[in-house]
C-alpha cells in the first residue's frame, strides 16, 4: 500500500542554523503537501508542490518535489522560535486521500 | 465563518464506555475525514466521507463507526473504547478538487484508562 516516510523523526537546531526535513514515497505521487503543526495544535496547510522538479519558496521555507515525484523536502534557512513544530509531508496519488508522513519535530534552541 | 469545528476537545473513558465525536464543517465542502495522531504515527486516517451519503475506510478503522450526517456533519463513534484507543482525533475537510489541501479541527484529546 501507499507508504510516506519521512525523515529525520526529531530535529534540534539552534536559533539561526538551518533545518531540513525529507519525505520519500513508495509510489508515485500526483502532488505533495506540507503541513505544520504548533505543538498543541492542529495541522495548518503550507503548501502544495504538483509538478515534476517544482521548487516554490515561502519566505525562508523552500520546498521542493523531486524529478521522479517520489520525493520532498522542505528546508528553512536561519531557524528563528517561530518556526518550533512539527512539519508533515501528505502524499496524495489522485485519488481523495492524503497518506501523510510521520512528521519531523523541530525544536529551535534560543 | 468558523471552518471545521470539533467536539468535545478532551474526554476520559473508562474501558467499555462509548461516546461519539462530533465535526461539522461550514466551507460547504464535499469531503470530510478522521485522523487519529499518535506519538511516532503522525496522522492515520480512520474514516473518509468523499460525499454526503457515503463513507469508506481508511487505513485504520477497526473499533469505529461513522455518520455523515449531513453535508456539514461527519461523526466518529467508538461502541466499546480500548486503551489502544487513546489517542488524539482530528476531523478534516476538503474541497471537490483531489489537490485541494485539508482543513482541521482542533482536536479531541481522548483517554481511555
Known amino acids: 500500500g501507499q507508504q510516506v516516510m519521512q525523515i529525520p523523526q526529531y530535529q534540534h537546531v539552534q536559533e539561526g542554523e538551518d533545518f531540513t526535513t525529507y519525505c520519500n514515497s513508495s509510489?508515485?505521487?500526483?502532488?505533495i503537501q506540507w503541513y505544520k503543526q504548533r505543538p498543541g495544535g492542529h495541522p495548518v496547510f503550507l503548501i502544495q508542490?504538483?509538478?515534476?522538479?517544482e521548487v516554490k519558496k515561502q519566505k525562508r521555507l523552500t520546498f521542493q518535489f523531486g524529478e521522479a515525484k517520489k520525493n520532498s523536502s522542505l528546508h528553512i534557512t536561519a531557524t528563528q522560535t517561530t518556526d518550533v513544530g512539527t512539519y508533515f509531508c501528505?502524499?496524495?496519488?489522485?485519488?481523495?486521500?492524503?497518506?501523510f508522513g510521520t512528521g519531523t519535530r523541530l525544536t529551535v534552541i534560543p | 465563518n468558523a471552518g471545521v469545528t470539533q467536539t468535545p476537545k478532551f474526554q476520559v473513558l473508562k474501558t467499555g464506555q462509548s461516546m461519539t465525536l462530533q465535526c461539522a464543517q461550514d466551507m460547504n465542502h464535499n469531503s470530510m475525514y478522521w485522523y487519529r495522531q499518535d506519538p511516532g504515527m503522525g496522522l492515520r486516517l480512520i474514516y473518509y466521507?468523499?460525499?454526503?451519503?457515503?463513507?469508506d475506510k481508511g487505513e485504520v478503522p477497526n473499533g469505529y463507526n461513522v455518520s455523515r450526517l449531513n453535508k456539514r456533519e461527519f461523526s466518529l463513534r467508538l461502541e466499546s473504547a480500548a486503551p489502544s484507543q487513546t489517542s488524539v482525533y482530528f476531523c478534516?475537510?476538503?474541497?471537490?478538487?483531489?489537490?485541494?489541501?485539508?482543513?482541521f479541527g482542533n482536536g479531541t484529546r481522548l483517554t481511555v484508562t
Open positions: 509510489t508515485t505521487l500526483s502532488n
Open positions: 466521507s468523499a460525499s454526503e451519503g457515503t463513507t
Open positions: 501528505a502524499g496524495n496519488n489522485g485519488a481523495n486521500n492524503l497518506f
Open positions: 508542490l504538483v509538478k515534476s522538479g
Open positions: 478534516a475537510s476538503k474541497g471537490t478538487s483531489y489537490n485541494s489541501p485539508l482543513h
